[in-house]
């Protein structure tokens, strides 16, 4: 069982996947958080100092790594199926599962966290839903590729081992 977790920041993809991989006794993994791992920065910094094409080729190298592993869920991060074909490489390689908040909803997750998320870091709320709902837009197309789409409503702690054991 191979899970990539996609959807926008704050659509609960780590919650979720730590939650499922524990009750389905898979491994959990991040996608940023390997990334900050392996270049020893967060993922802030990285933005600032290398720059985000630099970032979405280390996360592209990163999920490629993938490929040769098993029984997993990824949390894959807000971007990830957005850029460089990964989400074909993802429908390829595993079972995509989009996790599909509205902006409004996104909006209230990602408020007490926006430090950690270059993307967003200096915008006021305003400011924020705008680009929520335009940076939806721009990547629902990407993200509703996945083979599964999940409304985040209607999540709970088993949704996933139902889902796998009808
Ligand atoms: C990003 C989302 C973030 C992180 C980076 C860029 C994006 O991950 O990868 O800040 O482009 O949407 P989360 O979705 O885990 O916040």
Redesign the pocket.
């Known amino acids: 069982m191979k899970i990539f977790l996609i959807g926008?920041?704050?659509s609960g993809?780590?919650y979720w996947g730590k939650l499922w991989a524990e009750a389905g006794k898979l491994s959990f993994f991040d996608l940023?958080a390997l990334i900050e791992e392996q270049e020893k920065k967060s993922?802030t910094k990285i933005f600032e100092e290398n720059g985000e094409a630099y970032f979405r080729q280390q996360e592209t190298a990163m999920l490629s790594t993938f490929s040769n592993k098993e029984n997993f869920i990824l949390a894959c991060?807000?971007?990830a199926a957005c850029f460089n074909d990964n989400i074909k490489w993802m429908n390829e390689n595993g079972t995509t599962i989009y996790l599909k908040a509205n902006a409004n909803q996104i909006l209230e997750r990602v408020l007490s966290e926006q430090n950690s998320?270059?993307?967003i870091k200096n915008l006021n709320k305003a400011e924020l839903l705008f680009f929520i709902e335009q940076k939806l837009k721009e990547r629902e197309p990407f993200y509703s590729q996945a083979k599964i789409i999940l409304d985040t409503k209607e999540l709970n702690d088993k949704t996933l081992s139902k889902l796998l054991n009808p």
Do not use: I
Request: hydrophobic letters at 30%; charged letters at 25%.
């Open positions: 926008f920041m704050g993809k780590t940023d993922v991060g807000g971007g998320r270059p993307l």
